[in-house]
C-alpha cells in the first residue's frame, strides 16, 4: 500500500523560506503528475504547483515567483520550495502523486504557519 509523508513543514517569520518534501513508502511505477496543495482553516483544498512528467510547471497567481516545484523520480519525490512566505500561506500543505494508470495517491498534510 503506497503511503506519502510529506515533511518540511514548520513555522516561519513572514519572508522567510521552507522546502517541503514527499517521501513514498513504496517505489511508485507510471508517476504521471505530482502536486503540492494546501488547506487553510474554513477553506477548500486548493492547488498550490504542479509538475507533470515531462517537467512542466504550473502555479497560482497567489504563489507563482515565489514557490517552486520540482521533483526527483527516481525517488519518488516532489519538493516544495517556497521562498517570501506571507500570513496567507498558512495552511496544511499536501503532495499528490498520480500514475498513468490511475493512481492517485495523497499524503496526509503537514502545517505550514507563517507568522507577520
Not at 516561519?12 to 505530482?34: N, P, T, Y
Not at 500561506?89 to 490511475?102: E, K
Request: hydrophobic share 30%; with cysteine; proline share 3%.
Amino acid at each position: 500500500q503506497v503511503q506519502l509523508v510529506e515533511s518540511g513543514g514548520g513555522l516561519v517569520q513572514a519572508g522567510g523560506s521552507l522546502r517541503l518534501s514527499c517521501a513514498a513508502s513504496v517505489h511508485i511505477f507510471g508517476i504521471d503528475h505530482m502536486g503540492w496543495y494546501r488547506q487553510a482553516p474554513g477553506k477548500q483544498r486548493e492547488l498550490v504547483a504542479h509538475i507533470t512528467s515531462g517537467g512542466y510547471t504550473n502555479y497560482p497567481d497567489s504563489v507563482k515567483g515565489r514557490f517552486t516545484i520540482s521533483r526527483d523520480n527516481a525517488k519518488n519525490t516532489p519538493y516544495l520550495q517556497m521562498n517570501s512566505l506571507k500570513p496567507e500561506d498558512t495552511a496544511v500543505y499536501y503532495c499528490r502523486i498520480q500514475t498513468v494508470v490511475g493512481g492517485d495517491y495523497w499524503g496526509q498534510g503537514t502545517q505550514v504557519t507563517v507568522s507577520s
